[in-house]
């Protein structure tokens, strides 16, 4: 529990509120409340005021902030992949959805950079839960990029950490850009990520082809 969760005084609960409202209100609130002041000066009684609900609600879904923003990085994780799925063309071949996966992706994180630092790289001192869920949606990521093992067959001799690597390299790109305050530039790097993740599957010469064509 964040040090800040010390008494004052709380919202009151709307009278037709229902629990699973109540919820959704409050992970939408610890991700206004982190992105304004920051996870670390986040506190249960600024969430529960943001979510218009009493400390004691609060607590009735959650243990404290740690869990809450857990709660809240899968709610965004879910946004990106309903992202990329929407950019993604499965009648495509697959070097086609990859490269709309990455633009999908580095537009995604460019369009919501604050909220993004957030969880990319505060929320990983949020405890361990935070950080199994960031390794389970890499491992997400790492699945569908998989695929390029039956693309080409050559491509089944790769590692078997090569899918997980490369997502946590993409993750290592944005995170950086998010730390600088250079979220905005994320789209530029389209064309040298689709190659990164492209050319172990593909080979140089044709992943660089499909990433600038």
Sequence with gaps: M??????????SDSADSSPDEQRTRL???ITRTATERGYANTTVDQVA??????RETFFRHFTGTDQCL???YDSFFERLMAHIEAACDSREPWPIQVRAG?????SFFAEVSSTARVFLIEAMSAGPAAVER????IERLARKLGRGREFNPAA???PEATERTLVAGIGLVISVHLLAEEGSLLPTKEAELTEL???PYLGGREAKRIAGS
Excluded: C, M
């Design 2 to 11: 964040a040090a800040g969760d010390r008494h004052q005084t709380g919202a």
């Design 27 to 29: 992970i939408s609130a």
């Design 49 to 54: 005021a943001y979510a218009g609900v009493t």
């Design 70 to 72: 857990v709660a809240a």
């Design 102 to 106: 990455v633009g999908a992706t580095l």
């Design 134 to 137: 960031r390794f389970a949606s």
């Design 156 to 158: 089944e001799a790769l």
């Design 197 to 199: 993740v492209l050319t």
